[in-house]
DNA sequence: CAATAGATCATCT
DNA sequence: GATGATCTATTGC
């Protein structure tokens, strides 16, 4: 694929239909691996995820049930579920399962397919390109996005999910999750084995 | 390299 | 009032 300064090719793509994220959360982390994340100028492939199981996972901001903050998360599948976090940072997840069961997939890290200029502009701290998504706070940063965009439509809103046509299944890699205190050896985090984007260093295992 | 401190605030107890 | 699905800069080996 070809990278230029303001425009991008992209090998032609599909968008994800509302029925992708209407399954069990770790069915559907385990296929957004090589999906594309669009917003505005800027896209990404999405190379490392975590599977958060509702109600019945301590870890998940779900545990505590229905309040203001994860009314998103009991609703219908396909949408955004942007959460902020430690004073500071923001992250991404999708809605899984059907609406009254809230399922989620946190998406950790992105391999920049375009718009790599304004990710720069938006990170100055990343020194490569690696360093641009390669976590959930940085992406949402490099992707410019925010608590406004929770709640948002993934299957017809500004934020969009894009599948390559006709492009093979990654090979995953499995570990617990990152930086959870309950439920922490739970083996939930799904990433894209060997590629350089994910989030720590990479698993060839 | 690895370990750690500090930033900073919405949410839940 | 404590905590948290994090990141960066800095310190020390």
Known sequence: MRIAASTVTLPKTTRLKREFYNREPIRVARECLGKVLVHGETAGRIVEVEAYLGQDDRAAHAWSGVTKRTEVLFGPPGHAYIYFIYGMYECLNF??????????VLIRALEPLAGIEQMRKRRPAAK???????????LTQAMGITR????????????EVRAFNGEAK?????????GITHCADWPLRFLIRGNKFVSGKPIHI
Do not use: H, M, W, Y
């Open 95 to 104: 809605v899984a399962e059907p609406e009254g069961r809230a399922g989620a």
């Open 170 to 178: 990654p090979e995953i890699a499995v570990t617990p999750r990152i």
């Open 128 to 138: 490569r390109v690696e360093d641009l998504a390669s976590g959930p706070g940085k």
């Open 148 to 159: 406004r965009l929770n709640g948002c439509d993934l299957v017809t809103g500004e934020l």
